[in-house]
């Protein structure tokens, strides 16, 4: 069965800082997609990032990154200079090679504060 | 703008009522998506469609029902034998989901999501 977990129920952070949200995932599917999701306050889940099981590489878009292990099994997202704005629950979620059923861990809630 | 349309944002019910909460995308996506969400939880699928007339049950289906009459319409009843409906509800849509391609983990977008609270 699959599984994400994210053990960081919430995390405080002073406005400037360097953040990272850990999530490890479990499967026994040798493809799959790792996916992150944003929820600001207003609810709506926001598509940050997609990695398939095949790609390795790290990737950086702006202030956020992204670190895929696969030896670890974890996809862990890094927000360098936090901002305000970056408060939200963030999700990170999995879903097998084909099909779009998404199993997501339970959340990260961050604060930013100025 | 294309987009989800969930109504209505908050809602409350007696026991004992069914409850109908809407979903309307015009994306043209072919599959849909109900999700629910509690605190500490994450997201948990209730039921899914992969095309118009055809749904499939999620992990927490019982104490719901879904039509899908039309491809941009897929509403989700929340009925009295759910034993604890009070929850946040979100729809999603994306492509098709039954193509066994290497694109075929597809990216869902979400609506803002209603809130239902039993008194």
């Known amino acids: 069965a699959q599984k994400v977990t994210q053990a960081q129920t919430e995390i405080s952070v002073v406005e400037k800082e360097d953040v990272t949200l850990d999530c490890v995932y479990e499967?026994?599917?040798?493809?799959?997609?790792l996916f992150w999701y944003k929820q600001p306050p207003s609810g709506e889940l926001v598509f940050l990032i997609r990695?398939?099981?095949?790609?390795?590489q790290n990737e950086i878009s702006g202030r956020y990154s992204w670190n895929f292990q696969k030896s670890t099994s974890s996809f862990n997202f890094t927000i360098t200079a936090s901002q305000v704005v970056d408060s939200a629950v963030y999700f990170c979620?999995?879903?097998?090679?084909?099909?779009?059923?998404?199993?997501f861990g339970a959340g990260t809630i961050l604060r930013v504060k100025s | 703008d294309g987009g989800i349309t969930q109504s209505p944002k908050y809602l409350f019910r007696k026991e004992g009522q069914n409850v109908t909460l809407s979903c309307e995308q015009n994306?043209?996506?072919?599959?849909m998506y109900w999700y629910r969400q509690d605190p500490g939880q994450g997201l948990r699928l209730i039921y899914y469609?992969?095309?118009?007339?055809?749904?499939q049950k999620g992990d927490i289906a019982e104490g719901y029902s879904v039509s899908r009459e039309k491809k941009e319409s897929f509403p989700l009843t929340v009925t009295s034998a759910q034993k604890n409906p009070t929850a946040f509800y979100l729809c999603?849509?994306?492509?098709?989901?039954?193509?066994?391609?290497?694109?075929?983990?597809?990216?869902?977008?979400f609506g803002a999501g209603s809130r239902l609270t039993v008194l």
């Open positions: 979620a999995l879903s097998e090679a084909r099909g779009n059923k998404l199993v």
């Open positions: 994306l043209n996506h072919d599959a």
């Open positions: 990695r398939n099981s095949f790609d390795e």
């Open positions: 999603a849509s994306s492509i098709s989901d039954w193509t066994e391609t290497e694109s075929g983990a597809n990216v869902l977008t």
């Open positions: 499967t026994r599917d040798t493809t799959y997609y």
């Open positions: 469609s992969q095309i118009v007339n055809d749904f």
